[in-house]
């Protein structure tokens, strides 16, 4: 399975932005799938990831401000990113992870938050 993210850009304090991630086969199988992020001089950290039964995880830092959701029939899932801050800057990647079979991963796909 291969993860298309796209979606990333410049984008001002406080604007929106949405992301895709794109697999070239089915994500009814995967057990999660999501997004972490990594910003220069930091380590990778999880953002937001959605189960096979739709429940969803956030990093506190982006509660209430993201929201990340999933198309069976698109094999798509997406991260829909409002009031975004500077600290949002980092490369943002998707995976896909299967009991069994182990995590897959996008390249990454770069947000910059910036006036």
């Known amino acids: 399975v291969q993860l298309q993210a796209s979606g990333g850009g410049l984008v001002q304090p406080g604007g929106s932005l949405g992301l895709s991630c794109a697999a070239s086969?089915?994500?009814?199988?995967?057990?999660?799938m999501g997004w972490y992020r990594q910003a220069p001089g930091k380590q990778r950290e999880l953002v937001a990831a959605?189960?096979?039964?739709?429940?969803?995880n956030y990093a506190d830092s982006v509660k209430g401000r993201f929201t990340i959701s999933r198309d069976n029939a698109k094999n798509t899932v997406y991260l829909q990113m409002n009031s975004l801050k500077a600290e949002d800057t980092a490369v943002y990647y998707c995976y896909a992870s299967r009991i069994g079979t182990g995590t897959y991963w996008g390249r990454g796909t770069l947000v910059t938050v910036s006036s």
């Open positions: 959605i189960t096979r039964g739709d429940s969803t």
């Open positions: 086969g089915s994500i009814f199988n995967f057990n999660a």
